[in-house]
């Protein structure tokens, strides 16, 4: 298959000619052969490519965490502008001699992987400049058919939930891009979509042929990509999600955990798709650096079936229900941001089961999933 960035080139980018280029993009966006959509764009004789605009971690993935800032980059020598500082917007000072903003980042296919929000908020900017927007699609890493999990409550929008999707909304970029512009946006810009070509909605990256690029510094392989959507809500409790380990996000843990009956407790829940395993580990940063920690390994053995959304719910109430008074939220409950809402938190600190706190998501998740397909291009 080929990802936009390919189908732009086989047109010979006649939708970019003698206009002037800003681009968002970092090292997850590449051709099919591997080549950096930046260098290829800055190579090409029919684009005037201007300015650069990197996104969480930098245009390339060179910052771990914390803001990014302004700078020049090295491999073009072009200006680049920070979204993950100051900033999370283009500036009408930066879009200015900006004909066409195009957006291409590999997402993960997850509402709190902060790529989509610096891809909706520069389309209201653009739309404010009168700057048109054209985004070149890529596949939805972790497929296209399934949506779970919360839709994002009005009252908890941010920079991890920008607009009212479910979690796991089963969207490419471009579909995202159609439905917030159509849905979400007071000024939304002029909006053109460069289709990827020869994907299928039920198609796992390491199915489309597509090199791997790592699309932010911890998602290391699609192993990682797949266990993210489950234990990034652990960012909002005292666990470690595995960063500082070579397999963040396919493990977690504290020092108060007790692996092997986490893992136990877990797999007796009979959870489809998914299986739990002891493993202890040691962070070398982040989260209780150089603290063992009693941990579980998240083991996928069936993706059709595995709901990242079930499981992380499954791991929060499991964890609270075992060591009540070991079990923290991390201060200003960021974990109400990532889900999109405070239900999950109060209903795991009420001793709710999983199952409760999941099927009181299922009305709006339907909704939500019926209000896409307007927007499905696959």
Known sequence: MRPGIDVLLADGCS????????????????????????????AHDAVELVSLFGPEHGIRSDHQEGEVPDGADAQTGLPVYSLYGPNRQPTPE????????????????????????TMSLSMEAAGAAGVEFVVLDRPNPI??????????????ISFVGCQPI??????????SA???????HQTPPELTIVDCDGWRRELWFDQTG??????????????????????????????????????????FGA????????????NGLDLPGVAFQGAGFTPEYSKHKGVHCGGVRIRVLDRAEYRCVSVAVAILTEAHRLWPSDFEWTPGFFIDRLAGTDRLRKGVDAGESAASILSSWQPDAGRFARAREPYLRY
């Open 94 to 117: 930066q879009l200015a001699g900006i004909d066409v903003l195009l957006f291409d980042i590999q997402d993960v296919g997850m509402r709190f992987y902060t790529y989509i929000s």
């Open 143 to 156: 497929g296209g058919e399934v949506v779970e999990g919360s839709v994002t409550d009005p009252d908890f």
């Open 166 to 175: 479910a979690l796991r909304h089963g969207m490419t970029v471009g579909e």
């Open 255 to 266: 020092p108060w955990m007790d692996g092997e009956a986490m893992a136990e407790a877990l």
């Open 15 to 42: 939708l970019l000619e003698g206009r002037r280029c800003g681009l968002i993009t970092n090292p997850s966006a590449v051709t099919a052969d591997g080549t950096p959509t930046a260098d290829v764009l800055h």
């Open 210 to 251: 597509l090199p791997w690029r790592k699309p932010s510094p911890g998602i290391y392989t699609m192993d990682t990509c797949i266990a993210y959507g489950c234990t990034c809500f652990l960012e909002g409790t005292r666990m470690s999600e595995g960063r500082g380990t070579d397999t963040p996000f396919e493990v």
């Open 178 to 184: 159609a439905m917030f512009a159509d849905r979400f």
